[in-house]
């Protein structure tokens, strides 16, 4: 399975301007951005923080592929009961960075690499939705005492962590 592509492929798109959805289900404000859009729940949290925002609004908010970081690569070979074998590279201004590492997730190895970049994160609160054909992830990073929420869409969970973790970066990163 080669991620790399699907990743690229995803944060390079054109921001998405399908059809809103159906009206709100019960329970769920009309003033969340990802319902109106898509008939989803933002976690409760970013849904008071986002409330009253458009779409394109909201995607501004939080998310940002064109900060310090960028996500070169991430492809993920299985290991059998042991996990995968991923490995990533992330563009830190001029520095290109590397890893593999076994893993359950993409997420460990990413913010290994941010970590080693000098930016570490931690990941307080981890959301995902299906939208049609992506993967959504809200992330809550916090580094040092800011903490922040973060947006990822990928074909799969692990493209998604991995745009929201790089987003997450770019957003906590002076």
Same mark, same amino acid.
């Given at each position: 399975? =080669?991620?790399? @592509? ?6 390079? #798109?054109?921001?998405? *301007?399908?059809?809103?959805? &159906?009206? +709100?289900?019960?329970?769920? %404000? ?5 319902? !109106? ?18 779409? &394109? ?6 998310? +940002? ?6 996500? $070169? ?13 991923? *490995? #990533? #590279?992330? *563009? $830190?201004?001029?520095? /290109? !960075? ?12 990413? *913010? ?7 930016? %570490?994160?931690?990941?307080? &609160? ?7 054909? $992506? ?5 809550? +990073? ?12 990928? @074909? ?5 962590? #991995? $745009?929201?973790? /790089?987003?997450?970066? =770019?957003?906590?990163?002076?």
């Amino acid at each position: 399975m =080669n991620i790399a @592509a699907e990743s690229t492929a995803s944060q390079s #798109a054109a921001p998405r *301007t399908g059809r809103a959805s &159906a009206p +709100c289900p019960a329970g769920i %404000p009309p003033s969340d951005p990802l319902n !109106r859009r898509y008939g989803k729940r933002l976690p409760r949290g970013l849904r008071r923080e986002a409330a009253h925002l458009s779409w &394109a609004e909201f995607e501004s908010a939080y998310t +940002c592929r064109n900060g310090r970081f960028r996500l $070169d690569e991430l492809s993920r070979r299985s290991q059998g009961v042991t996990g995968h074998e991923y *490995t #990533a #590279a992330v *563009t $830190d201004g001029d520095t /290109v !960075r590397r890893r593999r590492a076994r893993a359950h997730g993409a997420a460990s190895v990413l *913010t290994a690499l941010l970590h080693e970049a000098g930016v %570490p994160l931690e990941i307080a &609160a981890l959301h995902q939705q299906r939208l049609e054909a $992506d993967v959504a992830t809200f992330l809550l +990073c916090v580094r040092g005492r800011r903490r922040r929420w973060a947006m990822g869409l990928g @074909a799969g969970s692990d493209d998604s962590i #991995a $745009d929201a973790l /790089v987003s997450g970066a =770019n957003l906590l990163t002076d």
